[in-house]
């Protein structure tokens, strides 16, 4: 229980993590199942606070959660389902202008070809695809342009 105290936590890291410590096989499924009966590890609800968190605190493409997800351990189907509710495709691209018009007013000191190359590359490592960061970052630089003429 205490390893929930502190995150939620997917029924796989919890799992491992238990595994890790030494508890038997019979253990932690025991512990898992009382966990979920309380309601305290269900992988549909850490999929869907984890989504938000990654749209609000350090937002990622839909691609970079999926494999975030993946890696803990959550069922395709769930996070899919998840992506689907919360993060559609239109929003990921809207995500991306926003972070690229931010990340462009930041490099408003440099050379355009250096604006365009950093945002991008920031986009990129944010999981997005190069194609939709370079357009992004085409659109928002044409915009910001448009709002200083």
Known sequence: ?????YRPRSV???RQRLLTLRFTDQ?????????????????????????DDRLL???LSRRA??????????????????L???????KEKELALSLAEARLARYSSLD???RMQRTTSFLIRRGFSFS????TAEIADSESGELND
């Not at 229980?1 to 105290?5: D, E, K, V």
């Open 65 to 82: 959660i999926r494999q975030e997800l993946a890696d803990k351990g959550i069922d395709k189907g769930i996070v899919d389902a998840a």
């Open 57 to 59: 605190h350090h937002p």
């Open 27 to 51: 253990e932690i499924e025991k512990s898992v199942a009382t966990a979920k009966a309380a309601g305290l590890l269900d992988d549909e609800v850490f999929t869907k606070v984890w989504v």
């Open 1 to 5: 229980m205490r390893l929930l105290r």
């Open 112 to 114: 355009h070809a250096k």
């Open 132 to 135: 939709l960061a370079r357009r």
């Open 12 to 14: 796989a890291e919890v």
């Open 84 to 90: 689907e509710k919360l993060y559609p495709a239109e």
